[in-house]
Nanobody, 114 residues
Framework: QVQLVESGGGLVEPGGSLTLSCAAS????????MSWHRQAPGKERELVAV???????NYADSVKGRFTVSRDNAKNTVYLQMNSLKPEDTAVYCC????????WGQGTQVTVSS
């Protein structure tokens, strides 16, 4: 059974940091590109960051220089380190796995507010 389980969300003040984790199971993790997406209330889902099976990364312009995506194939986990958080980063963050098939996690809420 394929599972993607996100964790690490929460409430943080502007300028703060959070690290999200996405634990994968039920598929060959190392072969999949992994990505983080977010959806804020009333807005469409947007791609935040991608890390390929080979470790190449890409970021949305809005998070470049603030967010870092990484993966640990030994732990079947992908991470999103988020620094200098802004209120506009508030959203539900979901991870995605893609290699032919695509799988989604349920998401974790990130709220940036003072």
């Amino acid at each position: 059974q394929v599972q993607l389980v996100e964790s690490g969300g929460g409430l943080v003040e502007p300028g703060g940091s959070l690290t999200l984790s996405c634990a994968a199971s039920g598929f060959t993790f190392r072969r999949y590109s992994m990505s983080w997406h977010r959806q804020a209330p009333g807005k469409e889902r947007e791609l935040v960051a991608v890390i390929s099976a080979g470790g190449s990364t890409n970021y949305a312009d809005s998070v470049k220089g603030r967010f870092t995506v990484s993966r640990d194939n030994a732990k079947n986990t992908v991470y999103l380190q988020m620094n200098s958080l802004k209120p506009e980063d508030t959203a539900v963050y979901c991870c995605n796995a893609f290699w032919g098939n695509t799988y989604w996690g349920q998401g974790t809420q990130v709220t940036v507010s003072s």
